[in-house]
């Protein structure tokens, strides 16, 4: 098959280049961290590791994780649903308002949670009285964690499920079908890889985030701190091993789509040859 | 019952100093008052760690690098109006002051602040702006000059804007500004808190570096407070008074004699006056009226050092 | 299950911008059982009239009864109808079974009949359209015609009373397609349903339908039987539309029609400019003219197909060449090879632009 | 708009869900997205119009909008060719480990800001693994624009390629024989027959990547410098209003780059439609 | 220019996995002008060869020569080829006028007309095909049928050699396809290039080819004249997959063939169980029986098709009904409604178990 671009020389070229350069802006800066990480020996890294406050943080980052994924994946697939599967006014209004996460600066996504739960904002008040804690606890953090990460899934699946188009879940109904039996059973099969896609994204995004999570989780070490708060806190205090222990875990943790992304390799060779099999 | 529990708002680069006193701090306490009790600890830039607070961080204590991020917390009722009246030394129970570090040899002969203001010198220390460190340098340099040029306002502004203008790069923060002149190997001197020195020896040896204290330079004071109105909701009253008690205490101080810190108790400094050099410190209230004069003139957006930096 | 289509209209699109009117104020009546064909050309809007029968798309106006019961504002899934999209819209990620079996698997528990039951409607469905052997395919590993026999078991296992197909036919091949063809003709016998389908392809649509409706524009032409509807065609759309045309156009006088050098006798038809129509095989030709006809071509083109041999005839009178069809036997009596010069006599006449569709049959057939 | 689309939502629609999602989706993008942001608009309430237009015309902080649309530009113009490539050569090559090169790609999103801000300061600085390297060149990265790009570069790097990527796998193999069969060599064909096709994926990952670009913080302060005039960013600026506590100032300063990138994201937004409009022949 | 095909073939997949034969090695020898169809069931190698042909895809061995020019090794680019495409692959962003202008934009500088050149050498190609007005607009604002044009006037931009056309007329409807097939030819007898094409429609490659090349299974079963193949299948599986064929299997005695009550003098056939086969309208029907052939059968369905009509016909006998097409006069004249009872009588019966194909006319069609 002749396609554009596949002459071996400049084949050759373009791979070349992209791989000198990912080596260059990604892959040093991965191997830089697990450098700094590992300068003082595995035991010293161990030792960081099994630090308490670590620990802690490690907890916390995942209990935030598994907090906001699912609310994210949730709201994602309703959202690309609703702007895929019905015309309405102002649907391209909402489709541009997801994307405020990516325009705020963390730093300010931070803020103006504060500004509304915290002491003196609008709810702060009342929670305060009621002795309800939002900011400089878990929740505000997953919150901040929710509003930063919110726009992956939705991103994700709205140019698949506009491409896919509505077909078959014309036919599900007619075939009396009720809407979770539609979603489940002929939906979800079809976009499952975007998902997947859109998780991993949320799940990389929420793991790592730092400013918007600074500003309400008030760094309590081993209470609110997240593995990057905790990552800043040990840089700051000439813990540069520690620092970067903490870093390179996180690292791992995107790595960890590396596992799921052969997952989903595995998962599509599978269903191309149960689709393609003839 | 639950054994109580004390939140400690400190500044960022406190977290090993703290995490050294808080054990001591909590065995004494078993002592006193036959009571098991557990320290937490919250560190972060002091600014941000007050605005925290003012926001809703339910510290006892503060203990912070920066009167005026105190004063925010007074003036916002959270903190007693006359808080540096209750403890000694102006609620300062440790203070440091403002030192060069310059590479191995001192090749640029640098000894005081004058030199500073060399051509062919160049500097690394945190941004006024954001930093409370920074703040320190800026005001010590002025200091300096007040007394050099005896008050000539434009003479002072003259040495301000050469010193400003020899700096090479402007970090957030007094562990970034370490970082760019420790391992990126820029600028001449870094100019930092005294204190901070033992970290960077700590962390990048003892020998390529040097320590020069000048002999006339700022008094930076850490203050610290009880966060009244949520110690009282924490019934944590006692506790934290008898926190920032404890750190009044000889061994306490000896303790942060041993992280560099310069303190009052004569016995200790006396102890550990080698390490100390001598020097003239000045206050801010001296030399700037008071600490909201000095922001006001100085800090504040249009002020004396946005003047400095225009072009 | 008969089905009353009443005065049903649909534009799309929102006021104020680029809307398009898909169907007129449309009327139609089904009877019970009948199978019938939407005929069309391509945005004459038998999709939308297929999809709002099924309740997929909302009407603007207008009521749909099946029986006696408005349906109007029944939701599809209730409407117990099964419908074939045009291409197929298969569950790509399971089974043949499952796709057959979805229908039964979707009802609610109660009406649920049990697994077993299920497994042995699905089988009897597959056996029906003869793909026993597939259950365990998925559907890209089949051809296109087995494809479309799995969406019409998976429309049936419900056993609609109505059945809605959309081009089901579309996308396959000749011989294929005539063999699918006439299987659903007998799937529509046998279990007696009422069907509905949409087609643009004239010969589907009367080889296949007991009534055909022919639309244009979103609107209703025709409504005929297949045979009604070739031969007294309402108007000059579905004329065209059903088949190939020759255009003969000239002045009358005397009963007499005069193209340049042709000629031809019209007996009965007013003075004036007149355009006549006819179908290639109401084509005569023979090596002479008559007093009736004069009307010289020459053979420009030889195209054998089967049966006829097609012969695109061309003179300097017509303005576009004809095409006349004739029987092999005919072809080698005329020796009608290229350039050869031959007369034709029109058998049947169509004439559109009187007030009524009228045909006129200036030659016997002899 | 929301009562609009509960009028139209009353109508039968053919596949479930509309009612719950669109009730689900209002009500998540009011609380978590909205309601938030209404706070800075309480804080923006409480300047007067004058003092407002006063704030964000400070010169120094016009020059830090610069310096922050310089870095972002160029981040984005960056990601704009690196993403490409990079979705090319995923999508239409096979070489070894490109699983692992297609999973790097996603780093930069787990990383937190301050870790790749350090961790490229560190490289790319006139003493580190490249930075070293690039010195004899006269080429400084760390403490000019140039780092500051490259942070901004470095952070946004997921956006451009996993946009483009979907588009690119979905790009029929006809389209490529059809322009080489019309004897058009490599270089033309890809100009105007498949990057056209990208457009649109490629806008909108560039824009992301951009808008991202304005807002970051903690990657570049470690690799931007800080000096005034020169290589302050607008982010910066903000965190200085912050350490002020002056959050209206602080909320002036945010709600420039938020409506720039709002207005941006929505112009990309629009213009797609145009563009996806004419493709399918003035159907949506 | 004239293409020589020489023992190509082609494997796809890598060895180990999935492999597929999709070419046998295959020879073809198209002359200077002439108008190809490539004929055959999906699957059958229609589009490989024609994508070898063209440069699109490399065969494992063999050779393409263009005239005296060995083109085996030779770019696609190079090889002054002109393709168009099933789906027309038309570049949706760009409008009809750019579509067409891009193969002379993407000439070198040097080879590169002038833009006014171009510019008039694109609007006569828009006039060709008729689509001057339509110069502006974009691929999805045209109907199929026009897209289509659009797709030739592209490829015939650079005055190719050797037209390849992939089912070009596959997604069109009957009429659109009827009009651009005389269209297609016309254009090809005007500009004289060579033209393969492809096509899965039996009507359709005998109606517009010169020759015909009906392929299975990556095999050339037959080439030949429409009329040839027509006439005189080499096989079974080309006899068959021309039109559709009814069945007729029985034990033959004395030249007599039974099956069941059914009789048919079959004059010169040997003793022994045979298979027949015959086409729709090689069936004479009529009310009477006669010595040679006494075949009862009954119609099940009338279908009226335009010219024709066609009957399905049922008989215990019969294993699967048969079809046979008579004109209207005859029908009307055996007024063969459903249930009527009739005698076949066999105008032509083809044999292909013997070693070479056999055509019997046991009846005079009288
Ligand atoms: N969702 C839609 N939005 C806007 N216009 C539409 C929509 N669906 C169809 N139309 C328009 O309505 C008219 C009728 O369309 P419809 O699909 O019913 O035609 P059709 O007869 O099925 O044509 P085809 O044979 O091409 O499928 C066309 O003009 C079409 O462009
Ligand atoms: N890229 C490919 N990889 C593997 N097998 C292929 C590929 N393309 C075609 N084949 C196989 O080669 C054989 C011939 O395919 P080809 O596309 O030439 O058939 P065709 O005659 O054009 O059929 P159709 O009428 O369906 O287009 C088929 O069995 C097909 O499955
Ligand atoms: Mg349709
Ligand atoms: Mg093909």
């Not at chain 2, 917390?73 to 440091?96: E, F, I, R, T």
């Not at chain 3, 042709?262 to 006819?278: I, K, N, Q």
């Not at chain 4, 209404?38 to 923006?44: C, F, N």
């Amino acid at each position: 098959m002749i396609r554009i671009g596949d002459a071996p020389a400049v084949r050759r070229v373009l791979i070349g280049t992209a791989l000198v350069l990912t080596a260059l802006f990604l892959l040093l800066p991965l191997v830089a961290i697990f450098a700094q990480a590992l300068m003082s020996g595995l035991d010293v890294y161990w030792q960081n590791l099994s630090d308490q406050y670590t620990l802690a943080a490690i907890g916390l980052t995942l209990l935030v994780t598994l907090a906001t994924v699912p609310i994210n994946l949730v709201f994602g697939v309703f959202l690309a649903w609703l702007v895929t599967r019905f015309d309405f006014p102002g649907r391209r209004l909402l489709q541009t308002l997801i994307d405020i996460p990516f325009a705020v600066s963390p730093v300010v996504a931070g803020l103006v949670y504060l500004l509304l739960y915290g002491r003196n904002g609008w709810l702060g008040g009342w929670l305060d009285a009621h002795d309800i804690q939002i900011m400089f606890a878990w929740p505000g953090i997953v919150l901040a964690t929710i509003f930063v990460t919110c726009p992956f899934v939705a991103r994700e699946l709205i140019p698949l499920m506009q491409a896919q188009g509505a077909r078959e879940e014309e036919a599900a109904v007619t075939l009396g079908a009720s809407g979770w039996t539609i979603f489940r059973r002929v939906t979800l099969p079809k976009i499952r890889h975007a998902l997947f896609y859109g998780v991993i994204l949320t799940n990389a995004r929420a793991v790592g985030e730092f400013g918007a999570v600074s500003v309400v989780a008030g760094a309590i070490r081993g209470e609110t701190n997240t593995l990057p708060l905790q990552v800043e806190q040990l840089y700051q205090d000439y813990n540069t091993v520690g620092a970067f222990t903490s870093a390179s875990l996180l690292a791992l943790l995107a790595l960890l789509a590396l596992l799921t992304l052969a997952a989903k390799a595995a998962l599509e060779w599978r269903a191309a040859r149960r689709e393609n099999a003839s | 019952q639950d054994e109580r529990e004390l939140l400690n708002s400190s500044y960022d680069i406190a977290r090993e100093l703290f995490a050294a006193i808080n054990p001591k701090f909590i065995d004494w306490w078993q002592q006193q008052h036959d009571e098991t009790v557990s320290v937490k600890q919250s560190h972060g830039g002091s600014s941000t760690q007050a605005r925290s607070i003012m926001q809703g961080l339910r510290a006892d204590v503060v203990t912070f690098n920066q009167v005026t991020d105190v004063n925010v917390l007074a003036d916002a009722g959270l903190v007693a109006k006359d808080w540096q009246q209750q403890y000694p030394n102006h609620a300062s129970p440790y203070y440091s002051t403002t030192a060069f570090l310059v590479r191995k040899g001192n090749p640029k002969h640098i000894e005081n602040w004058d030199d500073l203001a060399r051509d062919d010198v160049s500097l690394v220390f945190p941004n006024p702006k954001t930093s409370g460190n920074g703040r320190y340098t800026y005001l010590a340099a002025w200091a300096y000059a007040d007394r050099e040029f005896d008050g000539d306002k434009s003479k002072i502004e003259d040495y301000m804007k050469t010193f400003l203008g020899n700096v090479e790069v402007f970090d957030t923060g007094g562990r970034g500004a370490t970082t760019t002149f420790v391992e990126r190997g820029i600028g001449d001197v870094l100019i930092t808190f005294e204190s901070e020195v033992n970290n960077i020896r700590n962390e990048y040896g003892k020998d390529d570096y040097e320590v020069v204290v000048p002999p006339v330079s700022i008094l930076a004071e850490f203050p610290v407070a009880v966060v009244d109105e949520y110690a009282e909701r924490n019934g944590n009253e006692d506790l934290a008074k008898g926190y920032l008690d404890y750190l009044y205490t000889p061994e306490a101080q000896r303790l942060l004699a041993d992280f560099n810190y310069r303190v009052n108790d004569e016995s200790v400094a006396a102890e550990f006056s080698d390490r100390f050099p001598k020097t003239e410190l000045l206050r801010v209230e001296d030399v700037f009226g008071s600490w909201p004069d000095a922001m006001e003139t100085h800090f504040a957006s249009g002020g004396e050092l946005d003047q400095l930096q225009r072009r | 299950m008969s089905i009353r289509i009443a005065n049903i209209a649909k534009t799309y699109g929102r006021p104020g911008r680029g809307r398009t009117r898909a169907l007129e104020p449309i009327d139609l009546d089904i009877h019970d059982g009948e199978l019938i064909g939407l005929l069309g050309p391509s945005g004459s809007g038998k999709t939308t009239l297929l999809r709002i029968v099924a309740g997929l798309e909302q009407a603007d106006s207008g009521t749909i009864h099946f029986a006696e019961r408005d349906v109007t504002n029944v939701h599809v899934r209730d409407r117990r109808i099964g419908f074939v999209f045009q291409h197929y819209a298969l569950f790509r990620h399971m089974s043949v079974y499952d796709n057959v079996a979805f229908g039964l698997n979707a009802l609610p528990r109660r009406e649920r009949p049990s697994s077993a039951e299920i497994r042995s409607r699905v089988m009897q469905l597959l056996e029906m359209v003869r793909l026993q052997a597939f259950a365990e395919r998925f559907p890209a590993q089949l051809s296109g015609g087995q494809q479309q026999r799995v969406a019409l078991a998976r429309a049936l296992a419900l056993k609609p009373d109505v059945l809605l197909l959309d081009e089901p036919f579309g996308a396959l091949d000749a011989k294929v397609r005539q063999e699918l063809r006439r299987w659903l003709r007998h799937l529509h016998e046998e279990l007696h349903f009422t069907s509905l389908f949409v087609t643009h392809d004239q010969e589907e649509a009367l080889e296949l339908s007991d009534r055909v409706v022919v639309m244009s524009d979103g609107r209703i032409e025709q409504v005929d039987t297949p045979d009604a509807l070739y031969r007294q065609p309402a108007n000059r759309f579905v004329f065209e539309f059903l088949g190939d045309v020759n255009r003969l156009e000239g002045d009358v006088r005397d009963e007499t029609l005069t193209c340049g050098e042709a000629r031809l006798a019209v007996p009965g038809m007013p003075d004036g400019r007149h355009e006549l129509l006819l179908r290639p095989h109401e084509i005569h030709l023979s090596e002479r003219d008559d007093a009736r006809a004069h009307l010289p071509v020459s053979v420009s083109a030889v195209v054998p197909v089967g049966a006829e041999v097609r012969l695109e005839l061309e003179a300097d009178w017509l303005g576009e060449p004809w095409l006349a069809s004739v029987g092999h036997e005919t072809f080698e009596r005329l020796d009608a090879k290229r350039g050869k010069r031959l007369f034709a006599h029109p058998v049947r006449l169509h004439r559109f632009d009187a007030e009524r569709p009228q045909t006129l049959s200036p030659v016997c057939a002899s | 708009m929301i009562a609009n689309a509960f009028a139209i939502g009353r109508q039968r629609r053919v596949l479930p869900g509309f009612g719950l999602s669109l009730g689900i989706s209002l009500t998540f993008v009011s609380l978590i997205l909205l309601l938030p942001l209404t706070s800075l608009v309480g804080q923006l309430s409480q300047l007067s119009w004058s003092q407002y237009w006063f704030l964000i015309n400070d010169p120094r902080l016009l020059a830090s909008y610069a310096v922050t649309l310089l870095g972002a530009g160029v981040a984005a113009l960056f990601n704009a060719a690196f993403g490409l490539l990079m979705a090319w050569v995923l999508v239409r090559y096979d070489f070894p480990g490109k699983r692992l090169v297609d999973a790097l790609m996603d780093l930069p999103f787990a990383l937190p800001t301050a870790v790749a801000g350090v961790t490229l300061a560190t490289l790319y600085s006139n003493n580190g693994w490249v930075g070293r390297l690039l010195e004899p060149l006269g080429i400084s990265v760390a403490y000019t624009w140039v780092g500051i790009a490259l942070a901004m570069a470095f952070t946004s790097i997921p956006f451009v390629v996993r946009t483009v990527q979907p588009v690119l796998e979905d790009l029929p193999a006809e389209v490529d024989e059809a322009a080489v069969t019309l004897g058009a060599r490599d270089g033309h064909a890809f100009r105007r027959v498949i990057l056209p096709h990208l457009w649109p994926a490629l806008v909108t990952g560039t824009g992301l990547a951009f808008v991202r670009s304005l807002g970051e913080f903690g990657a570049v302060i470690f690799i931007a410098g800080g000096k005034p005039y020169e290589t302050e960013i607008t982010s910066l600026m903000i965190f200085v209003k912050l350490q002020e506590y002056d959050y209206a100032g602080a909320s002036a300063v945010a709600s420039i780059v938020l409506a720039t990138s709002l207005i941006l994201l929505l112009a990309i937004n629009l213009w797609q439609g145009r563009f996806i409009k004419r493709l399918h022949g003035g159907r949506p």
